[in-house]
Each structure stands twice: as C-alpha cells, then as structure tokens.
C-alpha cells in the first residue's frame, strides 16, 4: 500500500516538473511565427526598422531608384501594401502612398525573413520591408520638361523678361531719332524756303 502511495506520489512530481511544449518552445517567440500568405496587409514607414531574428533588421522603406530619383523630398512617409493573391510560390502585392502628383511607383519589390529558413513559408512578425522605385508621372515629366525649356529659352542670365524689355527700348529709341529726324527736315524746308523767298 506505501509502494502504491510513493509511486503515485512520484509520478504527479515527475509530472509536475515536465515542461509543457508551450513552455518548452517559448510562447512569446510562437507569437512571431505568421504564415506569409495570410498576412493581409502590411503599414510600413520612413525611418523605421525591421524586427530581425535570423538577420539584421533593415529600413521598412528604401527607395532603389527610378526616373524621378530618391530625393528626400519626393518618398513617401507612409506606404500600405496589401495582399491580392498568392501565385502558389509568392503573394502578390499592391502598395499605395501618398505621393505628389508628379511620382508614382515603379518596381516594387516586398521582403520578408523567413522565420526558420529563408523560403519559410511562415515569417517573423514585423520583418516585411519594401524596396521600390520611384518613377515620373506624365504630369511630372511635363513639368520638368516646361521647367528645362524656361532655363534654355531664357540661357545664362535667369531674368526672362529683361531681354524683351531691351528690345523696345531700342525700337522706341530708333522711333524717337526718326520722328526727330523729320521734324527736323521740316522745320529747315520751311525756313529755307522763306529766305529763298525773300532773296
């Protein structure tokens, strides 16, 4: 009856002091593990960082290039990606921003770390980052194309009305020495002709 007693009492110690799988794993790190496909949206912004687990965390946004270039000015603060489908090998994303009417995106290349390899289906919580380029709009690149012609129209001196207003300066001159020129011609026949008269 003790034999019974101490091995009952035994095995409730031995199962006391197994840990359970959850502890085992870690709950806060089961939290991270997200299957990429569900992911339904990404929030990502200018001048944070990425979680990284098996890697070093990089910027959320980084701009790659494109025809209107990655001036401080012209990237976006806030970009949301959203996902619209999964090819069988990748989601396919869509991201907006608010950008100036003059960009747009070009390529746009999300990436996220694998949470145990790197074609890990499922990926480390917060990971994601996007790389894009930023392209001219129609819009955009008649702007700059106006904003190059004002340059080279109007060449080195940068007053682009100065020049015209020289131009009728010396028409009105010109204007001036003519009227003068006549009136002097016939102030003189008058006179000449009235001293011819009275010789």
């Known amino acids: 009856m003790k034999s019974g007693v101490f091995l009952f009492g035994f095995a409730l110690l031995a199962l006391t002091w197994t ?13 991270d ?11 990502l912004e200018q ?14 946004l980084k701009c790659v290039g494109g025809s209107a270039g990655c001036s401080y000015g012209s990237q976006p603060r806030v970009v949301q990606c959203h996902n619209r ?31 145990e390899y790197p074609d890990d289906p499922y990926i480390l919580r917060g990971s994601c980052g996007l790389e894009y380029e930023l392209d001219l709009t129609q819009h955009g690149e008649d702007g700059n194309s106006h904003h190059g012609n004002y340059h080279h129209d109007n060449g080195y001196q940068g007053y682009p009305h100065q020049q015209g ?17 006549i009136f002097y011609q ?3 026949g008058c006179f000449g002709g009235g001293h011819r008269y009275k010789l």
């Not at 593990?33 to 929030?43: F, H």
């Open 19 to 31: 840990p359970s799988p959850v502890h085992a794993w870690g709950s806060s790190s089961n939290k």
């Open 33 to 43: 593990k997200v299957l990429l496909k569900e992911v339904t949206a990404l929030t």
């Open 47 to 60: 001048g944070k960082m990425t979680t990284g687990r098996r890697s070093s965390p990089v910027q959320q």
């Open 85 to 115: 489908g999964f090819d069988g090998y990748d989601v396919q994303w869509e991201c907006k921003a608010e950008l100036d009417s003059k960009y747009q995106f070009g390529k746009i290349q999300v990436s996220c770390e694998g949470y």
């Open 165 to 181: 207003r020289k131009s009728w300066s010396w028409v009105g001159l010109l204007g001036l020495a003519v009227a003068a020129f």
């Open 186 to 188: 016939v102030i003189k």
